[in-house]
């Protein structure tokens, strides 16, 4: 079974710290994808990252980096010099067998 | 391109009514899926539509269905709508092998 595991809740930094937001996943699948989305409060699902399972490479893009390690199962999303339009809910999720299953989202609270 | 276009943005319904939501997906994206979301239980899988056909299914009652249109729309309908039926509705539109998936902005439905 595919499970998506994003441990903290809730999570609140004072701008321009960085912040990590952990994810775990778990599937018997070889071949799966893993994603990063924001939901600003508007609701809306932003894409922000892709990853598929047999590349394990790093990736930054501005203040954003990916760590995805397979022999943990971990994929996590670190923000560096948090600003307060990062605040927002930020879901990991995992796609294999035509589905994508999300993580219970953790909230990012980016304080002035 | 245009991005994934829910409507309505909003509906109010009774306890016992049923509703109907729509979703129209990228232009040239075959797939799409429904998702419901509430602070409870997070964003959980409806079903998933390619090509008219229902692919993939998640753990809700029969009073949760859907259809996909030629032009690749889709609806989703809840019938006999109870007070925990109030959520926020995503739907997500995608390309081959759910790659990627693009998120409308969803529709608030509010049971009472």
């Known amino acids: 079974a595919q499970k998506v595991t994003q441990a903290q809740t809730e999570i609140s930094v004072v701008e321009k710290e960085d912040v990590t937001l952990d994810c775990v996943y778990e599937t018997r699948d070889t071949t799966y994808y893993l994603f990063w989305y924001k939901q600003p409060p508007s609701g809306e699902l932003v894409f922000l990252i892709r990853r598929n399972s047999f590349d394990e490479q790093n990736e930054i893009s501005g203040r954003y980096s990916w760590n995805f390690q397979k022999s943990t199962s971990s994929f996590n999303f670190t923000i560096t010099a948090s600003q307060v339009v990062d605040s927002a809910v930020y879901f990991c999720?995992?796609?294999?067998?035509?589905?994508?299953?999300f993580g219970k989202g953790t909230r990012l609270h980016i304080l002035p | 391109k245009a991005g994934v276009t829910q409507t309505p943005r909003y509906l109010i319904k009774t306890r016992g009514q049923q509703v109907t939501l729509s979703c129209s997906p990228i232009?040239?994206?075959?797939?799409v899926s429904w998702y419901q979301q509430t602070p409870g239980q997070g964003l959980q899988f409806l079903f998933e539509y390619f090509s008219e056909t229902q692919r993939n299914k998640g753990n809700f009652p029969g009073r949760f269905s859907g259809r996909q249109f030629s032009n690749s729309r889709s609806e989703m309908n809840v019938s006999t709508l109870e007070l925990g039926d109030s959520a926020l509705y995503l739907c997500?539109?995608?390309?081959?092998?759910?790659?990627?998936?693009?998120f409308g902005q969803g529709t608030r439905l509010t049971v009472v």
């Open positions: 232009s040239g994206h075959r797939s």
């Open positions: 997500a539109s995608s390309g081959y092998l759910n790659t990627e998936a693009f």
């Open positions: 999720a995992l796609s294999s067998d035509d589905k994508i299953i």
